[in-house]
């Protein structure tokens, strides 16, 4: 199985803030990366998927890089709404595996 | 609209079993394969494996071989996760989840609303 390092657990940001939340995987995995949006109680909601790719309706301040072993989501400027867990996701092999999740909170 | 709807709460005993309902709309069923994956209180998000509703073929995480069945009835548009031998660290909430993109296996976009599963004697 591919391992996953999501940095960091915890983000205490402040609404306008620039925010990045970075996934590093144990193998490559070209660019089968999806980042999913949690909140208390809800299901996840896909924000990005092939690493770069804004899933429809996700506003554009969320955007995604990387390939290969290191991938970012940024946040360029935080809002109330976005304060919530965030999940990255590998689908380039079996068995898929999840990120250990990075909470952002109100600092 | 795509809707997931996932049936409710279950409370049950260690060692018993336990399914969970999935019933989609809005979309050609048979189409996208669907997911499961579950989350323990206040744990993270981790994935059991999927079913492919046309073909009925599955593909599960190797944690839960042997304890899930996944399966479908075409009929009603509805897919379903069985977990057996239930011990307490299976508690949590369990969500069917489509795929995005037709007759293959990527990642999922539409979610259930989740399903709470409680083992506990």
């Known amino acids: 199985a591919i391992w996953m390092t999501q940095s960091p657990s915890l983000l205490s940001a402040s609404t306008g803030d620039r925010v990045t939340i970075s996934c590093r995987m144990s193998?490559?995995?070209?660019?089968?990366l999806a980042w999913y949006q949690q909140k208390p109680g809800k299901a996840p909601e896909l924000l990005i998927y092939?690493?770069?790719t804004l899933q429809s309706g996700v506003p554009s301040r969320f955007s995604g890089s990387g390939s290969g072993t290191d991938f970012t989501l940024t946040i360029s400027c935080l809002q109330s709404e976005d304060f919530a867990t965030y999940y990255c996701?590998?689908?380039?092999?079996?068995?898929?595996?999840f990120g250990q999740g990075t909470k952002v909170e109100i600092k | 609209q795509v809707q997931l709807v996932q049936s409710g709460a279950e409370v049950k005993k260690p060692g018993a079993s336990v399914k969970v309902s999935c019933k989609a709309s809005?979309?050609?069923?048979?189409?996208?394969?669907m997911h499961w994956v579950r989350q323990a209180p206040g744990q993270g998000l981790e994935w059991m494996g999927w079913?492919?509703?046309?073909?009925?073929?599955?593909n599960y995480a190797q944690k839960f071989q042997g304890r899930v069945t996944m399966t479908r009835d075409t009929s009603i548009s509805t897919a379903y996760m069985e977990l057996s031998r239930l011990r307490s660290d299976d508690t949590a909430v369990y969500y069917c989840?489509?795929?995005?993109?037709?007759?293959?296996?990527?990642?999922?976009?539409?979610w259930g609303q989740g399903t709470l599963v409680t083992v506990s004697s």
């Open positions: 809005g979309y050609t069923f048979t189409g996208y394969y």
């Open positions: 079913i492919n509703p046309n073909s009925g073929g599955t």
């Open positions: 996701q590998q689908y380039y092999s079996f068995p898929q595996t």
């Open positions: 193998q490559g995995i070209s660019s089968y």
């Open positions: 989840a489509r795929d995005r993109l037709r007759d293959t296996v990527t990642t999922p976009d539409y």
């Open positions: 092939a690493a770069s």
